[in-house]
């Protein structure tokens, strides 16, 4: 089985509203439910394991029902970090049958299924595989604001998700993980430091996270603009 | 004297129009016009020189004329690539009286006059000065589609102009440049490649590059949301 794990128990306090981020709605349907149907039609994804404060869970359930998810199979607590969220969302995965694991942000709605499906077919391959997208702009490296390097921007890339990886190997990397650590926001990091290799798959830059009401701002205007559909 | 240098000659191929996208309007206003007014606002710029292609030197002007520009002394035509039309606004640069050279994007209107007095004045103290983004997402390093390295977000910054220079600094940066390469497309990277310590200035992530329909789309909803203004 492959097993998606969204990660949605974000509070938004970033937001400056009363509702978490993930319940915003973009054309009249939650961001989360939008992100949840790109999995939904991903036929490589067979179970989706959805990560919650957990005061949001029953209103999260009746909402799951207006929409017939049918891979939703668990609602778990999230955590203090977003890694400990991660890490509650991989103890409620049936080991026995877990192949891939792909971790995806609740607040990535425009991910697609193709990307989905690209990406855990690399780390069915690989072991580890990690959704990118091209730098655009000129990154420089400082030290006590100064530059210090320009690194090649075609040998750079924008980490995006879904993160796919071999059960096995993400459940020993969280093992050695610090997951109270809040700077902690990106799995392949994790992975990247047991030494172990991990594939990129090309994305687009399209799947953005909605973290800002900027952000918001924008997602309507592509979708009003079938720019990114 | 400080003189902007704004780099408008691109034909923008990307947008897919007829009109370079410098040209197109924003809120009812072309882009350039925005540009220019963020510098005509900053005190501490006493001149202005515009970089155009050959083609729409004669339009502009009579667009400038609409727009009473009080700075604006010349504009030049532009090169085949970016550096060499840099290159030409800086042959344009009375070198008797030059100071800072403040090198800007036509195609980055949401600058603010606040940012282009800072960034010029970093450059009056230290030469050469930049200014730059949080870099938001996570950066990974990438050789032969495998993940090499994932910096340390906190030390990475999205190079933005204006880009700041003073003028015998940049002369010789350019001398020293092959300003036909069409990768060569960051000023701030050949006053590196001299050894010369370049100072960065922290900016708004608001100051976008408009390189695409998308851009567009943000752009306007940037304006009409006021959430930039």
Chains 1, 2 share one sequence.
């Not at 809040?182 to 909605?210: C, F, M, Y």
Request: overall charge negative; proline content about 3%.
């Amino acid at each position: 089985m492959n097993v998606a794990i969204i990660v949605a128990a974000g509070q938004g306090t970033r937001m400056g509203g009363e509702r978490a981020k993930q319940f915003l709605e973009l054309a009249g349907i939650p961001i989360i439910i939008h992100t949840l149907r790109a999995f939904e039609r991903c036929a490589i994804i067979q179970e989706i394991i959805v990560v919650l404060a957990a005061a949001e869970a029953a209103g999260f359930l009746s909402l799951a029902g207006q929409y017939s998810l049918q891979k939703l199979t668990k609602v778990v607590p999230g955590g203090a970090t977003r890694s400990e969220s991660v890490l509650h969302g991989l103890k409620a995965v049936r080991a026995a049958t877990a192949e891939v694991i792909a971790v995806h942000d609740g607040v990535r709605p425009f991910v697609t299924a193709d990307e989905i499906a690209r990406t855990v077919a690399a780390a069915a391959m690989h072991e580890a595989a990690v959704l990118v997208a091209p730098v655009t702009d000129t990154v420089k490296e400082v030290v006590d604001d100064r530059i210090v390097r320009t690194p090649d921007r075609r040998s750079l890339r924008r980490a995006l998700t879904p993160q796919c990886f071999s059960y096995a190997l993400l459940r020993r990397a969280y093992e050695e993980a610090d997951v109270l650590d809040p700077e902690l926001t990106d799995d392949s990091a994790l992975v990247e430091r047991l030494g172990h290799s991990v594939a990129i798959v090309e994305g687009n830059s399209r799947n953005i996270k909605i973290t800002t009401p900027q952000d918001i701002v924008i997602a309507e205007a592509m979708i009003k603009e079938g720019l990114w559909s």
